[in-house]
């Protein structure tokens, strides 16, 4: 409530409604309204205007003193939008070909929509673009915007948006990178690459990561290894029940030698396991999804790890999507769209919308009842239209009830007539009108 637009008795001075969109003017602004409620500046007044009529690019206007001006305007940015609320995306990609639509408000916006990859033709700054591309779930263009870059934190970011799309090559280059070891043992582990675990544990060594040697021993089973980290770090007993449990006799009885009688008891009765490896998911090296060779090349490389070389691993080629078919290569599939989504793309039902979780669209649209095309009643003024759907009050149609919603007349001239929520309780009203002939 403001003394501009209510009077003191709470009366409405003047209440208009427009069915598409509107141009307004502030005491400091001229504001474009679109459909969905929200308003955009277009414009910076440095004093106040009263707008008469808008032609194109041009607003024809009265000022304080009495006299019309007329104004231009750029329509570009608004007209952009409302092209995107509309999903008009041919117009769109016109006007990114055309225009000088940028700037860190567009993207912003763009951001807030939902249209990360619209946002990307406004953008060179690679790191702008990665944060766009990691958004939109792009993987292949991440890749070029972090090799660009080439920090920790973004290939970081990369192995972690391509581990729930299956990526495994990505996420292996992401880890190689970063050398991030831990990850990357757990990756081979997963995938069942026990020849590449088996590098990882020399690389451990190399690098004096005790923790790293063990885990790498326990993912690969090896008993001897992890007996002998035990002995080297000091913990003979540790090491003592190790080499016992697993049936290592002999260099049980050297442990226990240097033990002397301090030895642990054993539990008796159970037998010793070792950790099951699982069955590798992808039966070549996971370098090979990223390869661009032809089918019948063959590939002599190692996976982005050289056992000359243990100390620091060298980098890895960009990965690449695959331009030939390997019939001995799983790639994992994307991610496709929800059944939800597809629900909601397919339907225009409030009731699919609401079962699909979208309880924004249903409740956008409050005149989709019963899927059938009506023209909805609007029971106000003779000479004024509803604000949502444009109709008009409509008294003397003759029809019946609708059989699917029991919210429907239908009529003569047309497929039918449907209610507005906000008439449900005037029906009774409009129907004993229409039958009574006033």
Request: glycine fraction near 8%; aromatic fraction near 6%; charge should be negative.
């Amino acid at each position: 409530m403001t003394k501009h637009r209510i009077l003191a008795n709470l009366s409405h001075l003047k209440l208009c409604h427009h069915r598409i969109h509107l141009i307004y003017t502030t005491l400091n602004h001229i504001k474009y309204c679109p459909p969905d409620g929200d308003s955009w500046i277009i414009k910076t007044l440095d004093v106040p205007i009263y707008i008469t009529k808008v032609v194109g690019n041009t607003i024809c206007c009265l000022g304080r003193d009495g006299k019309t001006r007329a104004i231009a305007i750029d329509a570009t940015e608004y007209i952009f939008k409302l092209s995107l609320l509309k999903k008009r995306y041919d117009h769109v990609m016109n006007m990114i070909k055309n225009s000088q639509l940028c700037g860190q408000a567009m993207i912003a916006y763009l951001q807030q929509q939902g249209f990360p990859e619209v946002a990307l033709h406004f953008v060179k700054d690679e790191r702008i673009r990665f944060n766009l591309t990691l958004e939109s779930g792009n993987i292949q263009i991440v890749v070029a915007s972090a090799s660009a870059i080439d920090e920790k934190d973004h290939w970081y970011r990369l192995g972690v948006e391509a581990l729930p799309q299956g990526n495994a090559g990505i996420v292996e280059y992401a880890c190689q990178r970063t050398k991030n070891y831990e990850r990357l043992s757990f990756l081979y582990l997963i995938t069942g690459n026990v020849e590449k675990l088996a590098k990882m544990l020399k690389i451990a060594e190399v690098e004096s990561d005790v923790m790293g040697q063990f885990h790498n021993g326990l993912y690969l089973g090896d008993v001897r290894e992890r007996v002998k980290i035990l002995e080297n770090v000091g913990h003979l007993h540790l090491a003592y029940i190790t080499a016992k449990v697993h049936g290592l006799h002999d260099v049980a009885e050297r442990l226990a030698a240097e033990l002397g009688d301090d030895l642990p008891s054993l539990p008796e009765g159970k037998k010793p396991s070792l950790l099951m490896l699982p069955s590798p998911l992808i039966t070549s090296h996971i370098s090979a999804i990223l390869d661009d060779g032809e089918p019948g090349e063959e590939d002599d490389g190692e996976g982005g790890w050289e056992l000359e070389d243990l100390e620091l691993p060298p980098a890895a080629e960009t990965p690449k999507a695959s331009t030939g078919t390997r019939s001995s290569v799983f790639v994992a599939p994307t991610p496709g769209m929800r059944v939800s989504q597809m629900w909601i793309q397919k339907s225009s039902l409030a009731a699919d919308h609401a079962a699909a979780g979208n309880f924004d669209t249903a409740m956008r649209n409050p005149f989709v009842v019963c899927g059938a095309t009506y023209v909805p009643i609007y029971r106000g003024q003779k000479d004024v239209s509803c604000p949502y759907c444009t109709a008009r009050f409509v008294l003397g149609q003759e029809g019946q009830l609708c059989t699917v919603c029991d919210l429907a007349v239908v009529g003569a001239d047309s497929s039918g007539l449907l209610c507005c929520p906000s008439q449900i309780g005037w029906l009774n009203l409009v129907l004993d009108g229409t039958s009574g002939g006033t």
